[in-house]
């Protein structure tokens, strides 16, 4: 059973999906350092920075995602098999690790062959994943 959204969320989230807009508070985060453990407090390397991101906005993250699989499941192209994290259910991050891995140590490398990885989300211009999305007919809809 999916948990609902409040009317007023539902609302707001609606809003912002039909105008294909992303509230500029929730793109912004706060950074914070923690204090590692026995590190100079003078010493470059004594915190580890994190950034904490708007919850509403992660939420809302959450929904497009969920949207945006679902379209593509019933509608197509499906998500290719190499996809992980938020994407494919049961798909997580060590996955994706452990794929890097057998890739990286398999025949292709011991063979001489090179292994290359790309992030295509981070190097892949707006306009082609808004060209994509259209030929794709993906299109705003409130939340349901």
């Known amino acids: 059973m999916q948990p609902s959204l409040g009317s007023g969320l539902r609302g707001l989230f609606s809003a912002y999906m039909e ?8 793109k912004t985060g706060k950074l914070v350092l923690i204090a590692k453990a026995r590190r100079p407090a003078d010493s470059q ?11 509403v906005g ?3 993250e959450r929904v497009i995602a969920d949207r945006l699989v679902g379209h593509l499941a019933r509608v197509g192209p499906d998500l290719a098999d190499g996809q992980f994290g938020q994407f ?3 798909r997580s991050t060590v996955d994706s690790i452990m794929s890097v891995r057998a890739l990286t140590t398999g025949d292709a490398v011991i063979r001489g062959r090179v292994v290359v990885i790309a992030n295509a989300f981070n190097s ?7 060209a994509a999305l ?8 409130s939340v349901a």
């Open 19 to 26: 105008r294909g807009q992303f509230h500029l508070r929730w």
């Open 45 to 55: 390397f004594a915190y580890q920075p994190i950034v904490l991101l708007d919850e």
């Open 58 to 60: 992660k939420f809302f």
């Open 88 to 90: 494919h259910m049961g």
């Open 124 to 130: 892949l211009p707006w306009s082609c994943i808004g």
């Open 134 to 141: 259209r030929h794709h007919e993906v299109h705003p809809t």
